[in-house]
């Protein structure tokens, strides 16, 4: 082998290892989503060997189905002739965001492409749970702006009518509005009107 052929041969397995190296699952796909190539985080992936990955389809593999999905990046990458992405979920719950890019020959066709995919399950489940904590922000704060406003009460009983035209206790009013619990119990005054014999506050 002369010199020029054993720097192609260290050049090929430095790029293995790079591309072994890689925490992403990179793959090698022809045109029809069938893998030719993937690097070693497939396995951790999937649970699967190498030789178990490279042959199949990745939208089997993924999605479990035998076409690509219409989201697929592949689809989208072959119209625009340039990156596509789609953030997703697969087939055993995980979130992933798989992006496509072409490869072109020398005339510039495409002929492969490059299937790129991110594990964002976590990153999604902390979006998640943020989006779900400034929804429940969201009605709080609209429970505290209803209170803040008019709020009808009858000048005799002190009954409150509500949004939909309907009496109800204070009580029952405020418990539902502002997410709070009373404790009954009887002031000074009512305790004189109430019970004139009984001396309850000791006055």
């Given at each position: 082998?002369?010199?020029?052929?054993?720097?192609?041969?260290?050049?090929?397995?430095?790029?293995?290892?790079?591309?072994?190296?890689?925490?992403?699952?990179?793959?090698?796909?022809?045109?029809?989503?069938?893998?030719?190539?993937?690097?070693?985080?497939?396995?951790?992936?999937?649970?699967?060997?190498?030789n178990?990955?490279?042959?199949?389809?990745?939208?089997?593999?993924?999605?479990?189905?035998?076409?690509?999905?219409?989201?697929?990046?592949?689809?989208?990458?072959?119209?625009?002739?340039e990156?596509?992405?789609?953030?997703?979920?697969?087939?055993?719950?995980?979130?992933?965001?798989?992006?496509?890019?072409?490869?072109?020959d020398?005339?510039g066709?495409?002929?492969?492409?490059?299937?790129?995919?991110?594990?964002?399950?976590?990153?999604?489940?902390?979006?998640?749970e943020?989006?779900?904590?400034?929804?429940?922000?969201?009605?709080?704060?609209?429970?505290?702006?209803?209170?803040?406003?008019?709020v009808?009460?009858?000048?005799?009983?002190?009954?409150?009518?509500?949004?939909?035209?309907?009496?109800?206790?204070?009580?029952?009013?405020?418990?539902?509005?502002?997410?709070?619990?009373?404790?009954?119990?009887?002031?000074p005054?009512?305790?004189?009107?109430?019970?004139?014999?009984?001396?309850?506050?000791?006055?």
């Open positions: 082998m002369n010199s020029l052929g054993k720097l192609m041969e260290i050049n090929n397995k430095e790029w293995g290892k790079v591309f072994d190296s890689i925490h992403d699952w990179v793959c090698i796909i022809d045109l029809d989503s069938k893998i030719l190539r993937s690097n070693k985080i497939g396995q951790k992936y999937f649970s699967l060997p190498i178990k990955i490279i042959g199949q389809k990745c939208c089997k593999l993924v999605h479990g189905t035998d076409k690509p999905l219409d989201v697929c990046p592949l689809l989208k990458m072959l119209k625009t002739r990156r596509e992405s789609v953030e997703i979920q697969i087939l055993d719950g995980r979130w992933m965001m798989i992006t496509v890019d072409p490869i072109f020398d005339e066709y495409i002929i492969k492409a490059v299937h790129i995919t991110r594990d964002i399950t976590r990153r999604t489940m902390i979006q998640n943020k989006e779900q904590l400034i929804l429940e922000l969201q009605k709080a704060l609209a429970k505290v702006t209803l209170l803040s406003g008019l009808p009460i009858c000048a005799s009983c002190k009954k409150i009518r509500d949004d939909k035209g309907y009496w109800t206790q204070i009580e029952n009013f405020i418990q539902k509005y502002a997410s709070v619990d009373f404790s009954h119990s009887i002031c005054d009512c305790a004189k009107k109430l019970y004139p014999d009984l001396d309850i506050y000791g006055d």
